[in-house]
């Protein structure tokens, strides 16, 4: 593994690379960093050039500004990322928030893209009106206006499926609390805003893919995966278990992205958009 700084614009971004062969970038999602993907990373060196990173103002990265962090900004960080370590196009994964930004990134610069694997995205603005799961971002953020952090991540910890019956690093851990004032007081908002633009993903030049772990079929991050694909006629895969599988059972995981991604690159070639 080899790791260092990239520039951005207001920001500098700590990324590792590890592996050679056509290049994964991998977005980590909510409060987390690089760390997500060590042992996938290193699942997957022997195919792929995997790379990782600290998103903008969480871990070793910089950029905390207080400001209120859009959606394009992060999709912009990844794209740059790609531009440079990445060599200029590169298949996307990513989870959970992580997964908002690669369709972000899908949607705005495609020709960055040789595909997208998007795993439970929590788009939950895609759900019928009614849905009480339409009400978590608003849930933690209340939280988080009265109590602090420390009551918004107990909330959030509380609604991710599997959480608490397995230990995460404790490097890892220590930083995903650090973390926690920039997730909620300044990201919190770009994703609770989401809605994926259906018509750029439906018109991609390049496989789309959504997905969730077969543990989490009825959560609010799970459903809204199966609705995006709905409605941009993209297919919909099964993952070995939870929110979190690769810090579980990373060796399950990366079988699965291996799969996914292998896929992806023998698909690599020009071709028309798809119709609605």
Not at 122 to 132: F, H
Not at 172 to 194: I, K, M, S
Not at 196 to 203: K, Q, T
Not at 218 to 242: K, L, M, N, Q
């Amino acid at each position: 593994m080899t790791s260092g700084t990239f520039e951005v614009e207001g920001a500098e971004l700590y990324y590792e690379v590890r592996g050679s062969g056509p290049a994964l970038l991998m977005i980590s999602g909510a409060g987390g960093d690089a760390g997500y993907y060590t042992q996938v990373a290193a699942d997957l060196a022997d195919a792929f050039t995997v790379i990782t990173y600290d998103r903008r103002g969480n871990s070793r990265s910089t950029g905390r500004t207080g400001a209120p962090l859009d959606l394009a900004e992060q999709a912009a960080d990844a794209r740059a990322l790609i531009e440079g370590p990445a060599g200029g196009r590169a298949l996307v994964f990513g989870n959970s928030a992580g997964a908002i930004i690669g369709l972000t990134l899908a949607a705005l610069r495609p020709a960055c893209l040789v595909g997208l694997i998007a795993h439970e995205p929590p788009a939950v603005n895609v759900l019928p009106a009614d849905d009480p799961a339409r009400a978590f971002f608003a849930d933690v953020a209340g939280r988080y206006a009265l109590g602090g952090a420390a009551a918004a991540g107990r909330r959030f910890a509380e609604t991710v499926r599997g959480e608490g019956t397995y230990r995460w690093p404790d490097d890892l851990w220590r930083r995903f609390l650090g973390n926690q004032d920039h997730l909620f007081g300044t990201e919190w908002p770009g994703f609770a805003g989401f809605r994926p633009d259906e018509d750029a993903l439906r018109s991609a030049p390049f496989p789309i893919v959504l997905g969730a772990g077969v543990e989490d079929r009825d959560t609010y991050y799970a459903r809204p995966s199966v609705e995006i694909a709905r409605r941009i006629g993209a297919p919909w895969v099964e993952f070995p278990g939870i929110h979190m599988e690769f810090l579980r059972h990373p060796d399950r995981f990366a079988a699965a992205v291996r799969a996914l991604a292998t896929w992806a690159y023998a698909d690599d070639r020009p071709r028309e958009p798809r119709m609605p």
